[in-house]
């Protein structure tokens, strides 16, 4: 007995002794009314310090598991937690579960996804690459604001979110062209939760929804929970095809848009300022709330200035705003905001309280620091470079390996690459994972179950050199499936 | 023109030429196709070294703001952000809104609640004491983390949660008896994210749930805006009412059942260790899931040791526990964890992961630390001894000076009194607000529209003076309107 114990570096030893002696009590090996030995005994035992173990024994009682007797030492506790049999009642959770859990999971692709094992070359993330990160601005930024209102800090915040990250992004948002006259800002714990409560919040009549197709699987994943059908609008070079979408808002009725207008999910396409205008222009007819996904504006590393849509709606509200550093910053950092109408922010502050409080305003409030110190436009100037480089070498070997139909991407962290109709990049998938390479499959991003011949690649986080002899791999291997 | 500018500390001073820039452009004051002055003109007119300057001027270039004529210098872009026309259009939002968006709006007391002006002692807070905050561990703990892996605390993490973390509370949830076999644990933005999730996954089969009478109000908020309708069964000295609850359960069907068995939220009360394993003997007898609110039971200051009910359930999966330690150590960084039946969990996961893809790995990362060096032990000691002090402080008040039927509060961070039934605490709180105190009325902790002659005095964040003031002040004033 106490043969087993050993000591961690970092961790008080009282609390180790602690633990240990816990473990024993609740696995069985000390017994009820079972008497420890004393604290000099178990000092000696252990090689701890008897202090530790005294610190200990008093902690052991009082969470329970041991009793004192004034003058003869520490018993083991017979009703210590973990010791007493229960009333336990076994049930089938299946039988408990409605079809929002089931469905959740049936759309989860965390849980049906490719896995890669270690040394696979992997196109599939768009996270950004996690070596670009200035770790000591993010310290800085931590400390500067602790000394300022740590206290606040950790006590609770409001549900609109951390007033002076509002404050900065509301002239962030003015300074990309929005008028921000009526408009309002509510913090999120990024863009998904925004893109929830907004969708939780929205009438219901027709029961649809309009999107690009492909588009974001997040969003159609998230857009299938809440029950919305989704009618996809096809993609041209430049953007959505607009004469499909004026055919569609002819013939049907929809809730809500939802559109990606840079770095679009999965094709990578940014849409021209001339259709942004043009777009924002037809939609003007339409009482139909649009939901922008601002989704890495920021990274634009070539071409002219793009307005958000928001921007191009003008003195107009009926724009949704869903904003996010989270691809271009820290993922890690759980924070993204919803730019909109003020009456509308006004619903969803009460939505967002019901259903998380606030978010945490320690990543609010380093995220705003770490704004304020000037070390978002440092870092983008870094960032951009490094991705262009990849972009340009991922654009490259594709050109020179893999025989596409079209190839499209304006820049980001991911290119889209069409086969030929007919040919199956599930497939291709298989055969390129037996070699150590693997990529996303298009299809899960269409709305109309097509797709079958895309494929998405992330290169942010892939090497150089992986990127080209991933690419290469694919390239032949697609070569060897055509025949 | 340019005199207006002011520069402020700690932001780079090229980011705040160009964002004074953007402003004046935005507002009209420097207008399409104007030419700017030049660098070295610029930095002696707005007092900033010519360096600045250049920097802004490029970013203005960057940006879209500014062209530039080659040899010739910079002009204002006539498209620049915030200049051009839009096509707006004007929604009623209202027309857009569902009802569980006004029902949110609706049920959200911080948008109907009571308003402290400065200087007013307010007894409405259930939250920590931030002077207690000890603010050089957490620190402590966020260096140390980002020391050993910042890069990968702000990449994302996983939706079930921050792995160390979880592998802790296992052990933590252990230590307090409960039998782990065949559980697991999801990280969830506290304990309000888990209870929707959870809320979010259950069968609805007669659509009631069965909570004590009074109960926390956030429940009541949620439950009802997840569609369900509540029965409140009333609540003895040492916790829920078992002959009420056996009543309910033969005559009613539930989809399931919350409870918060310790410093029950709002009276204050711990369930006595023998009324829970009579408890967990009773529901054992039916087939229907038990939420169990672990809210605040690390606060126990007196008395014997309890086991939370997923303990006492010994190997049965019926229990699903929502721990936080939010009230305890620190509300702004949000991490709560459900416990549960691991098939449960499994589905619970992938709902987590749609609403919010993974809660804050900083905060998760920041906790993990913080417990692992062992602050949470000494916080407590000293958190216990302070909130005893201030608990027994406003028990004596009340005694002294308010003429109750009954008072409730085992310790914790509050107490509740009982007025006779026919005393209004509404009318009550009016009366001591124009002298500058408030609380919070009871009523709307009841599930049965009853309550009106109760009150909850939290005391956590009161000084001592203030609550021999206060408390003097809410007794002569309820004298006075008993008459």
Redesign the interface.
């Known amino acids: 007995m106490f043969k087993d114990f050993k000591l961690i570096a970092?961790?008080?030893v009282y609390?180790q002794v602690k633990?240990y002696m816990?473990?024993l009590i609740?696995k069985g090996a000390l017994q009820g009314d079972q008497k420890l030995p004393s604290t000099r005994e178990m000092g000696v035992l252990l090689q701890v310090s008897r202090n530790s173990v005294i610190a200990a024994y008093e902690?052991l009682e009082?969470?329970?598991f041991v009793y004192v007797v004034k003058g003869r030492g520490n018993y083991v506790?017979p009703?210590?937690?973990?010791?007493?049999?229960?009333?336990?009642?076994?049930?089938d959770?299946?039988?408990?579960?409605?079809g929002?859990?089931?469905l959740?999971?049936e759309?989860?692709i965390?849980?049906y996804g490719i896995r890669a094992e270690k040394g696979t070359i992997s196109f599939t993330s768009i996270?950004?690459d996690?070596?670009l990160?200035d770790?000591d601005n993010?310290?800085r930024a931590?400390?500067?604001r602790?000394a300022v209102e740590?206290?606040?800090?950790?006590?609770?915040?409001y549900?609109k979110g951390y007033k002076p990250l509002i404050d900065y992004l509301h002239?962030y948002m003015?300074?990309?062209?929005?008028?921000m006259k009526g408009k309002d800002i509510l913090i999120t714990?990024?863009f998904?939760?925004g893109f929830?409560i907004v969708l939780?919040?929205?009438?219901?009549k027709s029961g649809h929804v309009l999107t690009e197709n492909p588009t974001h699987h997040?969003a159609i994943?998230?857009l299938k929970?809440h029950g919305f059908g989704i009618k996809g609008i096809p993609m041209e070079r430049d953007g959505i095809h607009l004469g499909e979408l004026e055919k569609a808002l002819d013939e049907g009725e929809y809730?809500c848009a939802y559109f990606v207008p840079s770095y679009h999910n999965p094709t990578g396409i940014v849409m021209s300022?001339e259709k942004r205008?043009s777009l924002?222009?037809l939609?003007?007819?339409?009482?139909i709330?649009l939901i922008e996904d601002g989704f890495n504006e920021e990274l634009r590393y070539s071409g002219?200035?793009v307005?958000p849509l928001i921007?191009?709606?003008?003195?107009?509200?009926?724009v949704i705003y869903l904003g996010s550093f989270s691809k271009v910053l820290?993922?890690?950092?759980?924070v993204g905001w919803v730019l909109a109408?003020q009456?509308?922010i006004?619903?969803?502050?009460?939505?967002k309280?019901?259903?998380?409080?606030?978010?945490?305003?320690?990543?609010q409030s380093?995220l705003y620091q770490y704004l304020?110190?000037?070390n978002l436009?440092k870092y983008l100037k870094k960032a951009r470079a490094e991705y262009k480089r990849k972009y340009e070498l991922t654009l490259e070997c594709c050109k020179q390996h893999v025989h596409y139909q079209a190839l499209t991407g304006d820049g980001g962290l991911h290119l889209f690459v069409a086969f030929a109709e007919g040919f199956n990049t599930r497939e291709l998938l298989e055969a390129c994972r037996a070699q150590g390479v693997i990529f996303t499959a298009g299809e899960m991003f269409y709305t109309d179950g097509g797709g079958q011949h895309t494929m998405r690649l992330g290169f942010s986080r892939v090497a150089d050199e992986d990127i080209r002899k991933g690419i290469e791999v694919i390239g032949k291997t697609a070569h060897k499936l055509m025949g």
Chains 1, 2 share one sequence.
């Open positions: 970092g961790r008080p609390i633990d816990k473990h609740i902690g009082d969470d329970g506790a009703s210590a937690p973990g010791t007493v049999k229960g009333s336990p009642r076994i049930m959770w299946k039988a408990h579960l409605n929002h859990a089931m959740a999971e759309l989860d965390m849980k996270a950004p996690e070596g990160f770790l993010v310290k931590f400390m500067d602790m740590g206290n606040v800090l950790l006590n609770y915040g549900a002239q003015e300074h990309k062209g929005v008028d714990n990024g998904t939760e929830n939780s919040a929205l009438n219901r997040t994943k998230n929970l809730d300022p205008q924002m222009k939609m003007a007819g339409y009482d709330p002219s200035h307005s921007a191009t709606a003008g003195a107009g509200n009926s820290f993922p890690g950092l759980r109408d009456e509308l006004y619903y969803l502050e009460s939505i309280r019901a259903q998380t409080i606030h978010t945490s305003t320690l990543d380093i304020y110190n000037g436009e």
